[in-house]
């Protein structure tokens, strides 16, 4: 399916100028010539990227900008006749990813695009390997979230950190010390029960038989690990 995107602009030459050219490309588009359009057609339809003019009759492109934002991460290109670094200031701390200014060339705006749909598609798959499946465990990074058999885990935030730095760290062993350094992000070489309490909620929500884990293991006079090994 080919990406959409959502040109907004008063002037309809430029309108017609780049749907011509981006369709040229093998991009679907839809239009609109004003602000209120432009936000009701966004939130009506699905688009991949919005190439949106700052001066527009009803609602300014900046405000469009922050409500698009305020609901959604589609990439922003804001297009203005205006040269002023302030501008471009506003537009990008409104939440727009890139901005241009008229007179562009649409050599230069139809490469833009491609370098923000790249860098969309690499930021997803990333996010894909963000989220780690062991058994019938599922870790994901991106939200903090564990499920188990597709239920999810009630991890306080220790619990979780401690978790991903042994799923991430498979068969290491980390001594209690360690643990303290890295999770409690200082040097503690006092109580290191603090490491066993946690470590025992852990297993208690994690593992079906805490007594009997099989994923968080004791090297006895060492540390813990963790290992998905049967």
């Known amino acids: 399916m080919p990406k959409k995107i959502l040109i907004v602009d008063d002037e309809p030459l430029i309108v017609k100028g780049l749907k011509y ?7 679907a588009t839809d239009s609109a010539q004003d602000g209120e359009e432009a936000v009701t057609k966004f939130f009506a339809g699905q688009y991949d990227l919005v190439l949106l003019d700052v001066m527009l009759p009803k609602i300014e492109g900046m405000e469009v900008c922050q409500r698009i934002r305020e609901r959604s991460n589609v990439p922003i290109i804001m297009l203005t006749a205006k040269g002023d670094d302030m501008d471009k200031i506003l537009g990008l701390e409104y939440g727009a990813d890139d901005y241009m200014t008229k007179p562009f060339n649409i050599l230069e705006v139809k490469a833009r695009i491609k370098t923000i749909f790249r ?29 188990i058999a597709g239920k999810e885990v009630n991890l306080t935030a ?11 760290n498979r068969g290491k062993v980390f001594s209690r010390e360690s643990l303290l350094e890295t ?5 503690y070489l006092g109580d290191l029960r603090t490491v066993d309490v946690h470590i025992r909620r852990l297993r208690e929500k994690i593992e079906k038989m805490p007594s009997q884990p099989e994923y968080i293991f004791t090297k006895w006079g060492v540390g813990y690990y963790f290992t998905d090994k049967d």
């Not at 981006?22 to 991009?27: A, F, H, K, S, T």
Request: glycine share 2%.
């Open 21 to 27: 050219s981006l369709e040229q490309d093998g991009y």
């Open 119 to 147: 860098r969309t598609a690499m930021s997803q798959r990333e996010s894909s390997q963000r989220i780690i499946t062991v058994r019938d465990m599922q870790m994901n990074m991106n939200n903090r979230s564990v499920t």
């Open 158 to 168: 220790k619990e979780f950190d401690l978790l991903q730095l042994f799923i991430t």
């Open 183 to 187: 999770i409690w992000k200082y040097d």
